[in-house]
């Protein structure tokens, strides 16, 4: 098609698991659409670019109130309880052949999505560039908003 | 349809959202433009999906059906 590419620009500002997905989701899903995609990861969603990261992100039921656990609300804020939502969600995942974050990230990598890490977050989190994946470029604001300038859709996750 | 000749067949069953769309991606760039790719798929939102995609990417959806809750797509590569 000889028209311009429609192009997705998102932000992910988090890196727990229901936090992850939506950005990696959208990302491949859109670069299989022939869309030009790039992600700025900013605050914790930077983790998501950490070398051997992904597979380890985790749920908190603690304030996740809609999350299916015959526990009460406050018995999320004990020890474990982390563990024990994560295990949870990802076995609801595995038995609904969901894609690991991983697998995600590597198709999205693999058609040419562009990763942004933020470098302010970078500095505040005493994360040197090695202990980010190679694929990711680094960049501030102004990279950001470049990119984003003339987007057909941008989204804040 | 007879005249349909399927070049590839990628078996997306049981996957969810949006692995069939990304294996299917990865399967059309396996076959020759002109060809055709079937796609398998229990996924109920990938009858939308399907459409999307194909919309998007230009690639024409030749034919589609379901049987025994098992979708199939039928998709030319057209470049």
Redesign the interface.
């Known amino acids: 098609?000889s028209e311009k590419k429609?192009k997705l620009a998102i932000i992910a500002s988090k890196a727990d698991i229901p936090g992850a997905y939506p950005p990696l989701?959208l990302a491949?899903?859109a670069a299989?659409?022939?869309?030009e995609v790039g992600i700025f990861f900013t605050f914790f969603g930077l983790n998501m670019l950490k070398k051997n990261k992904l597979n380890k992100l985790k749920v908190t039921p603690a304030g996740e109130t809609a999350m299916p656990m015959p526990i009460p609300q406050i018995v999320g804020m004990l020890p474990g309880m982390t563990d024990v939502a994560t295990a949870m969600m990802k076995s609801w995942m595995k038995g609904?052949?969901?894609?690991k974050l991983q697998e995600?990230m590597d198709?999205s990598i693999e058609?040419g999505v562009r990763l942004i890490a933020c470098q302010m977050t970078m500095d505040v989190m005493k994360i040197n560039r090695k202990q980010l994946i190679d694929e990711c470029e680094v960049g501030g604001a102004a990279a950001m908003l470049e990119f984003a300038s003339d987007a057909d859709i941008t989204l804040y996750i | 349809m007879s005249d349909i000749k399927i070049a590839k067949t990628l078996d997306a069953k049981?996957?969810?959202?949006?692995?069939p769309?990304?294996k299917?991606?990865k399967a059309i760039a396996e076959i020759e433009i002109g060809e055709f790719l079937e796609v398998l798929s229990t996924d109920p939102g990938s009858v939308a999906d399907f459409k999307?995609?194909t919309n998007?990417?230009?690639h024409e959806l030749a034919d589609r059906s379901i049987e025994n809750e098992i979708y199939r797509y039928i998709i030319k590569r057209t470049?």
Request: with cysteine.
């Open positions: 098609m429609k989701i491949s899903t299989a659409m022939d869309y609904a052949n969901v894609a995600l198709l058609a | 049981h996957l969810s959202c949006p692995l769309i990304l299917t991606r999307a995609w998007s990417t230009g470049k």
